[in-house]
């Protein structure tokens, strides 16, 4: 199950690498012997219907949740690390991030430092520097003082994304990066997300529900459904109707995007207008 | 931007210059359109720390307030909270049912210092007055004020909920319960002594009492489930204190005064308390980033490396001595936890790194001043603590939840 960036076996393989992940809330097992692989500067997208347990993947990987399995960052076996050691390696940010409302722009970014700052420690000059690096980069500066509760859906997404970029990690996990965003913003979040995993060779694994979306812009892309990884590969390879008749249960086109992406659109009952 | 190969050369993939970014400024919306001017001026000095928060204030209403505190800002906050304190305490000092020349108590305070030597013209029952009585009454009531405030601030943090408060969360039912144990059942010298061990005990049990509930009560209750729980305990623990007072009638008026609160203790009671409460104040004071990384969640908190459970327990620990130490000398005093940190918030911000050492002031100076209004309203008589707290705290808590509301909605 790798794709086009992975390297197959040494332990130094840079980028992430998830093997037999699995994960059981309470009895339920929500995931089971999930691999996943992504070199360095890969984006992988994690797709599947509700409730496949493509958040709780990201989390396990995050070594967020107690979870089977194992995960290595450029080979280190993440899960065995101290949180803050973790912190240096993989950037998280959730789907529904909490803002405090009060807090400003350059205080939330700024709590991306926190695995450089010492148990009772406070910010250094450094940290400030890469704080106000990162917000001049995501076009933020002019925001900094501004509380987080006067933001707009846009705004806050790349407010989220500086927090996890001043983490300086070189692997950036994103839950549905583009939720409750319109199509521009949407966009320019992706956009956004591409140029830094560019610029910086960031392996970026990104949950999406936007199959699209998900093929217009990763690499790789993991089908999980029923808790299983049931299909991966380049985005030709998973986004084929068999597929998502089978795991979405939905009737759907797909066709070759002017790029050559695939284009996933829904059918109506009935077929098309006469 | 359409990924080419991206382990490939970055150049064919992004034309965006070395620096990688370029990004069109997206539009704003409609919610920052209306304060739109008060952002610092690109290429600026630091952002962030830069003064521009009465812009922000101005534009945005109450809710801009709390943004971003600037330095300057923080040191003036400081100096007012320090000012209030000061003032309080002279009043403190000053005001009684028997009066004292201020400007001889002036001069017998400055006597005390070191290297300073003056002549006061107190008569010695009124240097009596002021050195057994007065000050180390004035002394108490700020310490209590101070750990009370902070308790409750500690505990806001930890649970991330603004509704905490040590009365809440039965950590103050705890402690009187165990307090009222040992006067009960102890008595004498040894029930004194054991006055502070047995409070903090029942501080923290009321505390993980109310969070056991809550937690077996279900996660997805969150914040309002362990306040419930924590109601649901100090309503238990109370009725416990209620039978065990019944049982000891002959105690009763002295248990009866000591709820209802009394700061009227003296030096050894402040010697009492006074390295319970270094410690829990040291500790707390510590913490404060720590809690501001908390803030946005737990999950997070651990996402950047912060071991959430450690921090939240230790600072539960701060706060439970804090509260104990309080509830140890001076009984049963409400509101303070759950008012001063509200008030310190809307003027100064939200970060636990200032809500902390200025709930500390506000709670002292706040109790000072109430102390002072218990001793001088019913002259010579006293009114008890609490009643005056809760008289002026509830209302007010009232209306600090109503502008809490309105701003977040």
Request: hydrophobic letters at 50%.
């Amino acid at each position: 199950m790798s794709g086009p960036h992975a390297e197959d076996g040494g332990a130094d393989a840079a980028g992430v690498r998830a093997r037999g992940v699995g994960v059981t809330l309470g009895e339920r097992p929500v995931l089971a012997d999930v691999s996943l692989s992504a070199g360095r500067g890969a984006w992988l997208a994690v797709i599947g219907p509700n409730g496949a347990g493509k958040s709780t993947l990201l989390r396990a990987v995050a070594g967020l949740i107690p979870a089977e399995g194992a995960v290595f960052v450029n080979g280190v076996p993440v899960r065995a690390l101290r949180p803050r050691d973790r912190a240096r390696l993989v950037a998280y940010a959730p789907q529904s991030p909490a803002l405090p409302p009060d807090m400003t722009v350059y205080e939330y970014a700024l709590l991306g430092r926190t695995p450089y700052i010492a148990y009772l420690g406070r910010e250094s000059a450094r940290d400030r520097e890469v704080t106000g690096s990162v917000l001049e980069r995501l076009d933020l500066d002019a925001f900094a003082s501004r509380p987080l509760g006067h933001l707009s859906g846009g705004e806050r997404q790349r407010v989220v994304l500086a927090r996890a970029l001043a983490q300086q990690a070189p692997v950036l996990l994103l839950d549905e990066p583009t939720t409750a965003l319109d199509l521009g913003h949407q966009q320019q979040v992706m956009d956004l997300v591409d140029q830094l995993r560019v610029a910086d060779r960031l392996t970026v694994v990104t949950t999406l529900h936007d199959l699209t979306l998900a093929g217009q812009y990763a690499d790789t892309l993991v089908l999980l459904a029923g808790g299983r990884a049931v299909a991966a590969g380049t985005p030709d390879q998973v986004l084929t109707e068999p597929l998502l008749a089978r795991h979405f249960g939905a009737r759907v086109r797909v066709g070759p995007a002017p790029d050559g992406r695939p284009l996933v659109h829904l059918v109506r009952l009935g077929g098309a207008r006469a | 931007m359409i990924p080419g190969d991206p382990a490939g050369d970055p150049a064919a993939g992004v034309a965006t210059g070395e620096d990688g970014v370029v990004v069109e400024r997206p539009r704003q919306g409609p919610a920052s359109a209306g304060g739109a001017v008060h952002g610092d001026p690109a290429g600026g000095p630091g952002p962030g720390v830069g003064g521009n928060a009465d812009g922000a204030g101005a534009a945005g209403g109450a809710g801009g307030i709390g943004g971003g505190v600037g330095r300057a800002r923080r040191g003036r906050a400081y100096g007012v909270a320090s000012a209030v304190l000061l003032a309080a305490m002279v009043v403190g000092v000053l005001a009684g049912a028997a009066g004292l020349p201020a400007r001889g108590v002036a001069l017998a305070l400055l006597d005390r210092l070191p290297l300073v030597s003056a002549h006061s013209g107190l008569t010695s029952s009124q240097e009596g007055l002021l050195f057994q009585l007065r000050v180390p009454r004035v002394l108490l009531a700020a310490l209590v004020g101070g750990l009370l405030a902070m308790a409750g601030a500690g505990y806001q943090g930890v649970f991330r909920n603004p509704l905490a408060d040590p009365y809440l969360l039965g950590a103050a039912a705890g402690a009187g319960l165990t307090v009222t144990l040992v006067v009960v059942f102890l008595g004498g010298d040894a029930g004194v002594a054991a006055v502070p061990v047995a409070a903090f005990a029942g501080a923290v049990g009321g505390v993980f009492l109310a969070y056991a509930l809550g937690s077996a009560a279900g996660r997805g209750g969150g914040t309002s489930t362990l306040v419930l729980a924590g109601v649901a305990v100090t309503s238990f623990l109370t009725a416990i204190q209620t039978f065990v007072q019944q049982l000891k009638v002959d105690e009763l008026q002295r248990i009866y005064s000591w709820i209802l609160g009394d700061v009227g203790g003296g030096w050894e009671q402040l010697a009492m308390v006074a390295p319970y409460a270094a410690v829990s104040t040291v500790v707390m004071l510590l913490h404060g980033r720590l809690l501001d990384v908390l803030s946005v969640g737990d999950e997070e908190a651990t996402g950047l490396g912060v071991h959430a459970t450690r921090v939240r327990f230790v600072v539960l620990l701060a706060a439970s001595l804090a509260t104990a130490a309080a509830v140890a000398v001076s009984g049963l005093i409400a509101f303070v936890g759950i008012v001063v940190p509200h008030v310190v918030r809307r003027l100064a911000g939200w970060s636990y790194r200032i809500v902390l050492p200025l709930s500390f002031l506000g709670g002292a100076a706040f109790l000072v001043l109430a102390d002072t209004v218990a001793r001088t309203v019913l002259a010579p008589a006293e009114l008890p603590i609490g009643v005056v707290t809760a008289f002026v705290g509830a209302p007010f808590f009232v209306t600090v939840l109503r502008m809490s509301r309105r701003v977040d909605a």
